[in-house]
């Protein structure tokens, strides 16, 4: 049975829940929290290589490279699996950052 389901105009907390169940269903719920920092760096590499493909940098045409949008999709779940796993709230602690990051002053 797959009841996995992202509701209409989710939350940032309906995405991390989604995670939640996601790797709950595919079994990678058990990862640590550098194994998923390691996932996010090969999906940070997968998603610049998009890019470069994108932009028209000279790339391998052997690479098997996903779209830019795939490659964001990836990187957002496991942004969300490495905030569950330290219990993060990324809404309030998006809103409290950027509070800080307006205070800053850019020359
Ligand atoms: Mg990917």
Redesign the pocket.
């Known amino acids: 049975m797959n009841d996995l389901e992202l509701k209409d105009n989710p939350t940032f907390r309906d995405f991390q829940e989604y995670v939640k169940r996601l790797e709950l269903q595919r079994g990678f719920a058990n990862q640590n929290a550098i194994e998923k920092c390691l996932l996010l760096g090969e999906?940070m590499g997968?998603l610049f290589k998009a890019i470069r493909k994108a932009t028209k940098l000279k790339t391998d045409i052997n690479a098997n490279i996903?779209s830019i949008n795939?490659?964001i999709a990836?990187m957002v779940i496991y942004l969300c699996s490495i905030a569950n796993r330290f219990e993060i709230d990324i809404e309030q602690t998006f809103r409290e950052k950027e509070e800080i990051n307006k205070k800053r002053k850019w020359i």
Do not use: H, S, T
Request: aromatic residues 0%.
């Open positions: 999906e997968e996903g795939e490659e990836d």
